[in-house]
């Protein structure tokens, strides 16, 4: 058996809106094991980021458990939680906004070693922002730049260079690749495979690109309207998906290939609304295999085959 | 057979001068589209796919841009010699564009219903209550109830969005659509509705479309030929299984091993090392040649000449210069 480095247990984040409570991750548990990447996805705000957020306790909780190397991070104090962040670190999408236009390329690397106190000693400090830069790729000569003299995989390189700082164990990327071109996108996902060997890394992957989280996740979770309804190892999902909502997606994925004869599954409808949800299944306005019985109650994630889990009432039919 | 060509661009060359920097943004480009036909243009950001859209409307903002050489036939008109009242009526009724992001594109203390009329008011003579009649029309034929044309945008998903903005830039039967990544801001359930219902009304009114977009997954769904930019030029072009399968730009052939193989996950990917040139700072040879694994000491010489496999098909590189040259991909395939 191998090392659970991340368990999130009925993970829940509401908002309050003026119209009613926005269910943004409502009842989310996975876990994730050393080394190993889950990718999770799901379309524009079904609740990947914000489940990503929450675990690192950037937004608090609702309620819901996050164990962390065996620590329940949602109970901890301010500053345990600064030290056990070091472990746990964030790529963003943006490599455009995430950066201070006002740093250079050392200030940028530098800041997070000056401010958790890992280093203290300049030239230390000096010769471990050189050797971050070597491992993520990024020529010594870059050291004096600022983010827009750089490009976007190289401002991306600079965001991982941040990250990897504190030597992270677990590492949470949102998006990382999606506002990159696809020769650079390349060169990017190769480098997080890399530093994972090396170094590894954990990592959740949060994407909307159901190719690159194919090529890049061991296990995938599905989402929709704040909720996993699908989670199973990369190759399983996407040779046997189950629910209809899964079908759908990867149905929809535009294949680079001449003469493709997959039938497109179109989705009718538009997608429910995330405040106050009713006890039902969300997608069920949207899913071709409705029936009365969808409406009645939020399906749960239940097992069907070892470690291939979804949430359809009529799963076990439609097989 | 006579072909019908609803937008001729030839030897196009656009400008722009930034702080007495020339930036070379399009070069020497020929491209034509035939009527009920859709023609791919692919590249990565700043290959100057956008600039040829834009000058095909003229559109193109100056200052810093100009066009600096060129002919753009639309459905037969030089666009160029036009007066800014004839263009009035050329855009939107001759040709027509769409744009990525439908929230910027859409006014938003305007009806959606309203922003339509608008439209068919200033191409068609009728009176307000028949337009606003089309303007219902063409709600439903991008599938919106014709209820919802009271709403304003921000009532609206993002997909409904963008067909509004389809909705308008149809809304005159323009002959040729350009339609600028359209579905990149959308998710891929959306996406498939959204290019599905392009294509039928593609072949319903026979229009005449360009497709931008750097996802190839959508260009082998929807285009008949392809067109690949890189640096402001196209440097390869064919039909849709020509780029495709019987690929021969190692630029193209870099885009596709780039890209991660949804059926074969183990399989490494393969990035294009190094960036594109600065464009205003663009090499006397091959502009692709500092990244190309093939490239020669020739390659940096001088521009390379196209080199034509077919009626349809070229690629300009240097390396065809030897008759029994081919990249990796095509050996596989071949």
Same mark, same amino acid.
């Given at each position: ?35 190993? $990447?889950? /990718?999770? #996805?799901?379309?524009? *705000?079904?609740?990947? =980021? ?5 675990? !690192? @306790?950037?937004?608090?909780? $609702?309620? /819901?458990? #996050?164990?962390?190397? *065996?620590?329940?991070? =949602? ?5 345990? !939680? @600064? ?30 070693i000056i401010y958790n106190k890992i280093l203290t000693d300049k030239k230390a400090i000096e010769d471990r922002v050189i050797e971050l830069m070597e491992i993520v790729g990024l020529a010594p000569r870059l050291i004096n730049s600022y983010p827009h003299e750089l490009d976007g995989g190289r401002r991306q390189r600079v965001g991982i260079a941040r990250a990897l700082a504190m030597n992270p164990k677990f590492i949470v990327c949102d998006e990382p690749v999606s506002a990159l071109d696809v020769s650079i996108q390349a060169q990017i996902l190769n480098l997080l495979e890399e530093l994972q060997d090396k170094l590894g890394l954990t990592y959740m992957f949060i ?113 | ?75 037969g008109q030089d666009i160029m010699k036009l007066s800014q009242k004839q263009l009035y009526n050329v855009r939107g009724q001759d040709i027509s564009m769409i744009f990525q992001d439908p929230m910027t594109s859409l006014n938003p203390v305007e009806t959606v219903g309203d922003q339509i009329t608008e439209s068919i008011m200033l191409h068609e003579k009728l009176k307000r209550p028949q337009a606003w009649e089309k303007a219902l029309e063409m709600l439903e034929l991008v599938g919106i109830p014709r209820t919802r044309a009271m709403e304003y945008p921000h009532q609206f998903s993002g997909g409904m969005r963008q067909r509004v903005v389809i909705a308008i830039a ?165």
């Amino acid at each position: 058996m191998s090392e659970v480095v991340l368990e999130v247990k009925n993970l829940k984040k509401y908002y309050k809106s003026p119209n009613g409570t926005l269910h943004a991750v409502d009842d989310v548990s996975f876990t994730i094991e050393k080394g190993k $990447t889950l /990718g999770v #996805v799901g379309e524009s *705000g079904c609740g990947k =980021t914000t489940t990503g957020r929450t675990i !690192l @306790r950037l937004v608090e909780p $609702t309620s /819901g458990q #996050v164990i962390f190397n *065996g620590t329940d991070i =949602t109970a901890l104090s301010k500053e345990e !939680l @600064r030290k056990m962040r070091c472990e746990m670190q964030l790529i963003f999408q943006d490599p455009f906004s995430s950066l201070d236009p006002r740093n250079t390329v050392r200030q940028a690397i530098a800041e997070p070693i000056i401010y958790n106190k890992i280093l203290t000693d300049k030239k230390a400090i000096e010769d471990r922002v050189i050797e971050l830069m070597e491992i993520v790729g990024l020529a010594p000569r870059l050291i004096n730049s600022y983010p827009h003299e750089l490009d976007g995989g190289r401002r991306q390189r600079v965001g991982i260079a941040r990250a990897l700082a504190m030597n992270p164990k677990f590492i949470v990327c949102d998006e990382p690749v999606s506002a990159l071109d696809v020769s650079i996108q390349a060169q990017i996902l190769n480098l997080l495979e890399e530093l994972q060997d090396k170094l590894g890394l954990t990592y959740m992957f949060i994407t909307h690109d159901l190719a690159v989280v194919n090529h890049f996740a061991d296990d995938i979770a599905v989402m929709y309207l704040g909720q996993i309804v699908e989670k199973a190892p990369a190759e399983e999902l996407f040779e046997n998906p189950l629910h209809p909502y899964t079908k759908a997606l990867l149905s929809a994925i535009p294949i680079p290939e001449t003469g493709n004869t997959i039938q497109r599954i179109i989705l009718k409808g538009e997608i429910n609304s995330p405040i106050d949800p009713e006890d039902e299944c969300r997608f069920a306005k949207r899913c071709l295999y409705a029936t009365e019985e969808c409406h009645k109650k939020t399906p749960a994630l239940i097992e069907v085959k070892p470690e291939h889990w979804v949430a359809c009432c009529r799963c076990g039919e439609l097989q | 057979m006579n072909k019908e060509y609803v937008l001729e661009i030839e030897d196009l060359t656009v400008e722009y001068v930034v702080e007495g920097e020339v930036t070379q943004a399009v070069t020497d480009l020929n491209l034509k589209v035939e009527a009920g036909t859709t023609v791919g243009l692919v590249g990565e950001t700043g290959a100057g796919k956008t600039t040829t859209a834009l000058a095909a409307l003229r559109l193109v903002p100056d200052p810093p841009g100009t066009i600096r050489s060129g002919r753009i036939l639309v459905c037969g008109q030089d666009i160029m010699k036009l007066s800014q009242k004839q263009l009035y009526n050329v855009r939107g009724q001759d040709i027509s564009m769409i744009f990525q992001d439908p929230m910027t594109s859409l006014n938003p203390v305007e009806t959606v219903g309203d922003q339509i009329t608008e439209s068919i008011m200033l191409h068609e003579k009728l009176k307000r209550p028949q337009a606003w009649e089309k303007a219902l029309e063409m709600l439903e034929l991008v599938g919106i109830p014709r209820t919802r044309a009271m709403e304003y945008p921000h009532q609206f998903s993002g997909g409904m969005r963008q067909r509004v903005v389809i909705a308008i830039a149809l809304a005159c039967n323009p002959k040729m659509l350009i339609a600028d990544e359209p579905t990149t801001a959308l998710d891929v359930t959306i996406q498939a509705q959204v290019l599905d219902m392009m294509k039928k009304l593609r072949d319903q009114f026979n229009m005449g479309m360009i497709l931008i977009t750097h996802d190839l997954g959508i260009v082998a769904e929807i285009c008949d030929e392809v067109a690949v930019m890189y640096a402001g030029r196209i440097v390869e072009m064919g039909t849709l299984d020509e780029v495709f399968n019987h690929t021969r730009h190692p630029y193209t052939e870099g885009l596709f091993n780039s890209l991660p193989n949804i059926k074969n996950r183990e399989a490494k990917l393969q990035p294009i090392p190094g960036l594109m040139p600065d464009p205003t700072d663009l090499p006397v040879g091959c502009a692709f040649a500092p990244r190309c694994r093939y490239a020669t000491e020739a390659c940096k010489a001088a521009q390379p000449a196209a080199h034509h496999f077919s009626d349809t098909h070229f690629a300009a590189c240097t390396a065809y210069e030897d008759p029994s040259f081919r990249i990796e991909r095509s050996k596989d395939r071949e």
